[in-house]
């Protein structure tokens, strides 16, 4: 079992990431008030802490998670190789499309962070809302097989 850390929107691209402490996220809008929730295979961003940590003690710096641009932060699962594995946080739940790519905005925060992030799927993954729900920080995660 895992655990959501944190959530974060913006309102268009390239835009400052705003922390929220609860959203509705559905299969229409994503993640309520940001601007790519539309219906896709990158709907929705989620970071794992191991993932963001084992990248910035890489780069031997201390970055907020706000950096990477993920929607959802979370810590307790692996999320190594899980395309088409669903991920449920609370009553909402997500299919993994596929592994989040850097970019180079990340190379633009630090130096170095987009090669760290390249490794091991530390740079999070994409997901596709298929069940809506509103979700809260410390809301329980957990990862299963597709059904």
């Not at 091991?120 to 410390?138: F, K, M, N």
Request: proline share 2%; with cysteine; glycine share 10%.
């Amino acid at each position: 079992m895992g655990t959501l850390l944190g959530m974060a929107v913006r309102a268009h691209k390239r835009g400052p990431m705003h922390a929220l402490t609860h959203a509705n996220v559905t299969m229409t809008h994503g993640v309520a008030q940001d601007f790519r929730g539309k219906p896709g295979d990158r709907q929705v961003t989620v970071l794992t802490r191991e993932g963001w940590d084992a990248a910035c003690q890489e780069i031997a710096t201390d970055l907020s998670w706000l950096t990477r641009r993920a929607n959802l932060y979370i810590a307790g699962l692996d999320l190594h190789e899980s395309m088409g594995r669903q991920l449920q946080i609370g009553t909402m739940q997500l299919l993994i499309t596929r592994e989040t790519d850097p970019c180079n905005r990340m190379q633009a925060a630090h130096n170095d962070l987009f090669e760290a992030l390249a490794k091991e799927w530390r740079g999070g993954v994409c997901c596709r809302v298929i069940q809506d729900g509103l979700i809260h920080v410390g809301d329980r995660a957990e990862l299963t097989d597709a059904s």
